[in-house]
């Protein structure tokens, strides 16, 4: 998935108003991806992170004022890539049921490409905790809608609300992270972790009688 | 629950010898957990953990020799006490279902009681990577011998594997981080997130028809 695709940088101080401001502004977020993904927060730097964008220190400072504002606004954009990764796995027509197989099959090969993504989220736990918390929060309500829509379509049922949509989260998040990041490549595949978790989601682990 | 009960501080250079001996580890353990809790690793300090303990600065010497040394020691002490709340909870005879259902619930009372686990157990990804690991397949382990003795019981299906072990394991821990921790106590109880997420391994969340 291309990550230069829709809105970039809710987060950053001041939104570029030229093409090249914009790629410039991208290259800072893709160099602080690599820089905090390798070094961590506390370890990584400004310079390293201007260093690998191949930037100069002061187009740092016109979008951002610290390594603090980057990283928030970096978290912002990796929901947006979470987001789009899930949105991009779909296409029309399909059952719900369908809808939530792709959206987790689209967030494993997302996660797979972009192994730094849990270890940067994780990490704003401790150096940004209203950013981990919204990024979870902005995710289940979407996953909250998705079931609201496919109980109004009769293929879910009703009732369901927070408590699933938070399980469902909790199950996909834990599929990325034993799968997707430490998964060897050779041992498992997206299709087949998105089946397992499809078939939980549509009949439970009941045998059948 | 008890903290003081069952076996402690795997991670302890130094077992104690003593009753005295094993009362101090144990005060160590329980003022690094409010230490690291409130703290984090990085702001926390030995002398910290000491003086909220009562104890000398020489007697933590005795059983470990880093702040690193009792950071390992506590995130292997706190799988433990996850371990023992959740086989607390079992009675005898359940079914398979009944088991999943009230190890969830002894999970999520215990987080409610113990809401600097999720920190502590979530910076070991930082602070030490292999008990961060370790905590996780552990615990995905135990969940792939319930769902192996539940088919060998007839109640579940053939064929569950990793997946749905690590499955069951995030939305555990997903719900957990909703509700015990960010959940506001008279927001939710205990026994109707588990009827929920029981629910959903029982029949999945399709409309029966």
New interface residues.
């Given amino acids: 998935m291309e990550q230069g695709s829709g809105k970039i940088a809710d987060g950053a101080e001041k939104q570029p108003r030229t093409e090249r401001g914009r790629k410039t502004l991208r290259k800072l977020l893709d160099a602080a991806t690599i820089e905090f993904g390798e070094r961590?927060f506390?370890e990584a730097s400004i310079s390293g992170i201007t260093r690998r964008a191949g930037v100069a220190l002061g187009s740092f400072y016109t979008y951002f004022d610290s390594k603090d504002a980057i990283f928030r606004a970096l978290v912002s954009d990796m929901s947006d890539s979470v987001k789009r990764a899930a949105r991009d796995a779909l296409t029309e027509p399909m059952t719900a049921?369908e809808v939530e197989k792709a959206a987790l099959r689209g967030f494993l090969e997302f996660a797979s490409e972009h192994k730094e993504i849990y270890?940067i989220i994780?990490?704003a736990?401790?150096v940004d905790p209203a950013s981990y918390?919204t990024h979870?929060e902005t995710i289940?309500a979407r996953i909250r809608d998705r079931?609201q829509q496919?109980?109004d379509r009769?293929?879910?049922?009703?009732g369901?609300?927070?408590?699933?949509a938070?399980?469902?989260?909790?199950?996909?998040?834990?599929?990325g992270?034993?799968?997707a990041i430490?998964g060897e490549a050779d041992d498992w595949s997206a299709d087949?972790?998105a089946d397992?978790?499809s078939d939980?989601?549509?009949?439970?682990?009941?045998?059948?009688r």
């Fill in positions: 961590g506390h049921f270890r994780d990490e736990e401790f918390r979870y289940a079931l496919g109980a009769g293929e879910f049922r009703d369901l609300g927070e408590a699933h938070w399980a469902i989260m909790g199950m996909n998040v834990f599929l992270l034993r799968f430490w087949d972790v397992a978790a939980l989601l549509r009949t439970g682990i009941a045998r059948q």
